[in-house]
């Protein structure tokens, strides 16, 4: 408690400084390539009968939305005076942003990673290693992305006086959820601002994955305001919700304690974790952030689950039809697309494309056998 507490303090000082703000911004615009571009999918339009908008998050440096909240928590980082940084991964996009704000900004990096998840993401394990970034495999537990969580959080409070643990998602104990929102609702304010000045209206819907939570939660920020706009979460649905081999813990799970926080948990009637499946990564976790449990308690934002088959072909549609190759995270968002009665015909949608599919391309080749 004394080190989420005095991270607390820390971040409350430099979020109002507009010294850092104006730092952060910078970097944004001139490393990360801020702002990305509001895509018009006509042909994703054509096949659904809806006004369907993409939100360029894949065009970003490192790939994904992950470096707006990599980048954020490591400048606050050196105005701590910490030289070592820490996090965890599961697709490996976070643990790649983390290892590129270090080696921009000079410091040590360590990234811990489930087994598994490095087995399936060998591309982007290089990535970090190229980077300067030390890759920790965790093999205990599933070997996944809560594993890799666990073993971060021991290491943080062990190392705390000359580390700080950059958490790449919207989950975990304050202050964190509520940082990475405000280093990601860059995504949905700039979102919001583009639309506007394009239809001079708002959408009716924003749809983004939901793992963690991180790129929905700052997607969604930015429409909070707007009532009329609906925020649709896309869980992982891996081989059905009545399987037991899924990560949707907002559609089927329960309230529970995980990571330092209350929210939805995928667990059993003792209160203990069971284990996740989904074919992507960076969406097999058991938990999700609680503010995203607050808007599922509010009725302010929906959640919808999609099988690994269906986020399979909705990342071939995509590919098809607009010639984007999207990450496995984001191809269960554009496959909400086609759920049944999910949007009326005609309804004006915005996609988050949290990330590009280079780093899924290995694992697509396996089960698609093109």
């Not at 940082?179 to 860059?186: A, L, S, T």
């Not at 969406?283 to 099988?307: F, I, M």
Request: aromatic share 8%.
């Amino acid at each position: 408690m004394p080190a989420l507490e005095q991270l607390d303090a820390d971040f409350e000082k430099a979020w109002q400084d507009t010294a850092f703000r104006t730092e952060f911004n910078d970097l944004l615009r001139e490393y990360v390539g801020r702002p990305n571009p509001l895509t018009e999918a006509k042909r994703l339009s054509e096949d659904t009968g809806l006004h369907v908008t993409i939100k360029r998050e894949d065009l970003n440096h490192t790939g994904a939305h992950k470096i707006n909240n990599a980048l954020g928590q490591a400048l606050l980082a050196v105005r701590m005076g910490k030289k070592r940084i820490i996090a965890e991964t599961g697709a490996g996009q976070h643990g790649v942003a983390t290892a590129t704000v270090c080696a921009l900004l000079g410091l040590e990096c360590e990234v811990y990673m489930g087994e598994e998840d490095i087995e399936r993401q060998m591309l982007n394990v290089f990535r970090m290693k190229l980077l300067g970034a030390k890759v920790n495999p965790v093999s205990s537990g599933t070997k996944t992305l809560k594993d890799a969580l666990n073993e971060a959080m021991r290491d943080w409070v062990t190392n705390v006086d000359s580390t700080h643990y950059i958490i790449g998602t919207a989950a975990g104990p304050h202050p964190y959820p509520y940082m990475v929102r405000e280093f990601q609702r860059v995504i949905g304010d700039e979102a919001r601002a583009q639309y506007f000045e394009r239809y001079a209206l708002t959408p009716d819907a924003v749809i983004a994955c939901v793992g963690g939570g991180s790129n929905a939660i700052g997607f969604f920020a930015g429409f909070y305001g707007d009532d009329s706009t609906r925020m649709v979460g896309v869980e992982a649905g891996g081989r059905g919700l009545t399987s037991g081999a899924h990560a949707a813990p907002l559609t089927a799970g329960s309230p529970g304690v995980l990571h330092g926080s209350y929210s939805y948990l995928m667990q059993d009637d003792d209160g203990q974790v069971i284990g996740t499946h989904s074919v992507s990564a960076g969406l097999d976790y058991p938990g999700v952030g609680a503010e995203h449990s607050y808007l599922k308690d509010l009725g302010r934002a929906e959640y919808v689950a999609v099988t690994d088959e269906e986020a399979l072909d909705a990342l071939q549609w995509v590919a098809h039809r607009e010639g984007l190759i999207c990450a496995l995270e984001t191809a269960h968002a554009f496959a909400a697309l086609k759920i049944p009665g999910l949007f009326k015909p005609g309804e004006r949608v915005i996609v988050n494309m949290s990330g590009r599919g280079d780093k899924d391309m290995v694992t697509v080749a396996g089960l698609l056998k093109l």
